[in-house]
C-alpha cells in the first residue's frame, strides 16, 4: 500500500483484535516523530523511517475464548500463550513482522537472543498477565 498523505501508512489492520504493520515515512510535519498507540501498552512508539509489527493471538482466534488461535507454539502443540502481544520497531515491516510472530511463539531467552542478532531493533512483549517487557537490541 503506498504512503498516505500524513507519512504514516498502515500495511494492515486485522479485523477481531489488536495487530498490524504501520510505517513511519520520515518525521511528523510538527519535527517530532509519528506516534502509534499498541493495544495492551500504555505509551505510543515513536517512528521515524521505521516500521513497526504487532503479533497478537486475539487477533485470529479460533474459538471464542481466544485460547486457539493462529499463533501456533510447534514445540508445545498448541496456540501460544505467554504474551497478550508482541511488537516490534525495526528499519523494515519484513523484519518487523517476523520477529513479531516469532517471538510471540519463542521462549523468552531464545526471542531475545533472535532479537539481539536481527538488531537493530526495539520488542515490546506485553504478557498475558499485563506485564510489559521493553527489549532493544543495538547490535
Do not use: C, K
Not at 78 to 98: F, L, M, P, Q
Amino acid at each position: 500500500m503506498p504512503p498516505t498523505s500524513t507519512g504514516l501508512g498502515p500495511w494492515s489492520r486485522r479485523r477481531g483484535g489488536p495487530g498490524g504493520e504501520f510505517r513511519g515515512l520520515g518525521s511528523h510535519p510538527a519535527g517530532r516523530p509519528w506516534r502509534v498507540g499498541i493495544g495492551e501498552h500504555d505509551e505510543p512508539v515513536a517512528l521515524v523511517n521505521q516500521a513497526l509489527a504487532t503479533s497478537s493471538g486475539r487477533a485470529t482466534r479460533f474459538e471464542r475464548t481466544g485460547q486457539h488461535h493462529h499463533l501456533f507454539d510447534a514445540l508445545a502443540g498448541r496456540s501460544a500463550g505467554r504474551y497478550a502481544s508482541v511488537s516490534i520497531v525495526a528499519g523494515n515491516a519484513t523484519a518487523a513482522d517476523a520477529l513479531s510472530t516469532a517471538l510471540a511463539v519463542m521462549r523468552p531467552a531464545d526471542g531475545y537472543d533472535l532479537l539481539r542478532r536481527a538488531g537493530p531493533a526495539r520488542a515490546i512483549l506485553v504478557g498475558i498477565d499485563g506485564t510489559v517487557r521493553d527489549w532493544r537490541a543495538l547490535t
